[in-house]
């Protein structure tokens, strides 16, 4: 069966430990991408590296700010992740386009399906894209947590069976990887919780840890998308976890086999975007939580923060406090709260808009 992957690869892995681009492991990843592609699967490749590599070109004149550092380095490794990716792809035959994308284009569904269309056109016309975040533009408080983040987000978009996070370890273990005794956890079935497991270090370069990796799998496994955590210095580990999973050491997060649809999975993944809260009574708490499909309706509930637009997403509360989900609004703020307890009405968010966690 022909698959849509996403493979996600660390900064800690394309990259040697001054930052430069580890050709090496560049091309091996490469050289399994162009034989998966040629066997009629899909490919998207979202690649950190761009910050690493810049660190190790250029040495700034006076001393610079976090932002000012992220800038500058991003803007120059970049080109030269991309050129290197370029003439590896080239070798295959293959034609590669970049995509440098940010928060901001993930918060309205106009944007997204603009960016998503971008990217099948790509597909389409068997190009591999390339995506990374725009580091020169991003402004701190709205940046993706990390690369994870961004790759778990197209994997949703994009409708991806399968997402391969590569990193420099060969998934989840039950303690610190090189504690004495620790093993690697294989499977991860849609019920267990390993956060008593992940260990807080985070890894030289990048931005990310084990602790967004797993919270992003836990996300896309619920909403039907496969997740693979295994170590992209392992020679052949994309072919052979497509081809022969039972011989690389990894973690696969088991998906759930209804798939979440494409605009609930937005919903799910638009939840840092929220412009309201929602609170609602006992009764509608339990019928959300049910098991039928039902909308949120005026009657349902007793409280309302926050100022949001028609169409923007809204977190819903129980009335102890703890989060049930987030949706779409079908109405303004004030119309809500014009509504609030009210019998009949339309609903405020209607259940294709919603997504209970
Ligand atoms: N976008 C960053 C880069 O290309 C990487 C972010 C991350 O570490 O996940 O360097």
Same mark, same amino acid.
């Given at each position: 069966?022909?698959?849509? !992957?996403?493979?996600?690869?660390?900064?800690?892995?394309?990259?040697?430990? *001054?930052?430069?681009?580890?050709?090496?492991?560049?091309?091996?990843?490469?050289?399994?991408?162009?034989?998966?592609?040629?066997?009629?699967?899909?490919?998207?490749?979202?690649?950190?590296?761009?910050?690493? %590599?810049?660190?190790?070109?250029?040495?700034?004149?006076?001393?610079?700010?976090?932002?000012?550092?992220?800038?500058?380095?991003?803007?120059? =490794?970049?080109?030269?992740?991309? &050129? @290197?990716?370029?003439?590896?792809? =080239?070798?295959?035959?293959?034609?590669?386009?970049?995509?440098? @994308?940010?928060?901001?284009?993930?918060?309205?569904?106009?944007?997204?399906?603009?960016?998503?269309? %971008?990217?099948?056109?790509?597909?389409?016309? *068997?190009?591999?894209? !390339?995506?990374?975040?725009?580091?020169?533009?991003?402004?701190?408080?709205?940046?993706?947590?990390?690369?994870?983040?961004?790759?778990?987000?197209?994997?949703?978009?994009?409708?991806?069976?399968?997402?391969?996070?590569?990193?420099?370890?060969?998934?989840?273990? &039950?303690?610190?990887?090189?504690?004495?005794?620790?093993?690697?956890?294989?499977?991860?079935?849609?019920?267990?919780?390993?956060? *008593?497991?992940?260990?807080?270090?985070?890894?030289?370069?990048?931005?990310?840890?084990?602790?967004?990796?797993?919270?992003?799998?836990?996300?896309?496994?619920?909403?039907? $998308?496969?997740?693979?955590?295994?170590?992209?210095?392992?020679?052949?580990?994309? @072919?052979?976890?497509?081809?022969?999973?039972?011989?690389?050491?990894?973690?696969?997060?088991?998906?759930?086999?209804?798939?979440?649809?494409?605009?609930?999975?937005?919903?799910?993944?638009?939840?840092?975007?929220?412009?309201?809260?929602?609170? $609602?009574?006992?009764?509608?708490?339990?019928? #959300?939580?049910? *098991?039928?499909?039902?909308? #949120?309706?005026?009657?349902?509930?007793?409280?309302?923060?926050?100022?949001?637009?028609?169409?923007?997403? $809204?977190?819903?509360?129980?009335?102890?406090?703890?989060?049930?989900?987030?949706?779409?609004?079908? %109405?303004?703020?004030?119309?809500?709260?014009?509504?609030?307890?009210?019998?009949?009405?339309?609903?405020?968010?209607?259940?294709?808009?919603?997504?209970?966690?």
């Amino acid at each position: 069966m022909n698959r849509r !992957i996403v493979v996600k690869v660390g900064s800690n892995v394309l990259t040697r430990s *001054d930052g430069s681009p580890d050709v090496t492991i560049m091309s091996g990843i490469v050289d399994q991408i162009a034989e998966l592609h040629k066997k009629g699967h899909k490919v998207i490749l979202v690649s950190s590296g761009a910050v690493a %590599c810049g660190r190790s070109m250029v040495t700034p004149a006076r001393k610079l700010d976090s932002v000012g550092q992220r800038q500058l380095f991003s803007a120059v =490794g970049q080109i030269r992740l991309m &050129t @290197t990716y370029l003439s590896l792809f =080239g070798g295959h035959g293959l034609q590669v386009g970049q995509v440098l @994308t940010q928060k901001e284009n993930f918060g309205s569904r106009l944007a997204y399906l603009n960016q998503r269309s %971008c990217m099948e056109v790509m597909l389409d016309n *068997d190009v591999i894209p !390339i995506v990374n975040e725009n580091d020169t533009a991003s402004m701190t408080e709205l940046m993706f947590t990390d690369n994870d983040e961004l790759s778990g987000l197209i994997a949703a978009m994009m409708d991806a069976d399968t997402l391969v996070i590569l990193s420099n370890v060969d998934g989840i273990f &039950t303690g610190a990887p090189d504690a004495p005794g620790s093993t690697l956890i294989s499977k991860v079935k849609l019920e267990d919780d390993l956060t *008593d497991n992940i260990s807080a270090t985070k890894s030289g370069f990048g931005r990310g840890g084990m602790g967004t990796k797993y919270g992003i799998a836990k996300m896309l496994s619920e909403e039907g $998308v496969r997740v693979i955590i295994a170590n992209g210095r392992r020679n052949g580990v994309l @072919t052979d976890l497509v081809e022969r999973p039972d011989q690389v050491p990894h973690t696969e997060f088991e998906p759930r086999e209804v798939p979440v649809s494409n605009i609930k999975r937005w919903i799910a993944h638009s939840v840092s975007f929220a412009k309201g809260r929602v609170t $609602v009574n006992e009764d509608a708490a339990r019928m #959300l939580r049910g *098991d039928k499909a039902v909308s #949120l309706l005026p009657i349902g509930i007793t409280s309302v923060d926050g100022e949001w637009e028609e169409g923007d997403i $809204v977190n819903i509360y129980a009335p102890d406090g703890s989060k049930m989900g987030v949706g779409r609004a079908s %109405c303004n703020s004030a119309a809500t709260i014009a509504m609030i307890g009210q019998r009949g009405g339309r609903p405020v968010v209607h259940y294709d808009y919603l997504f209970m966690e």
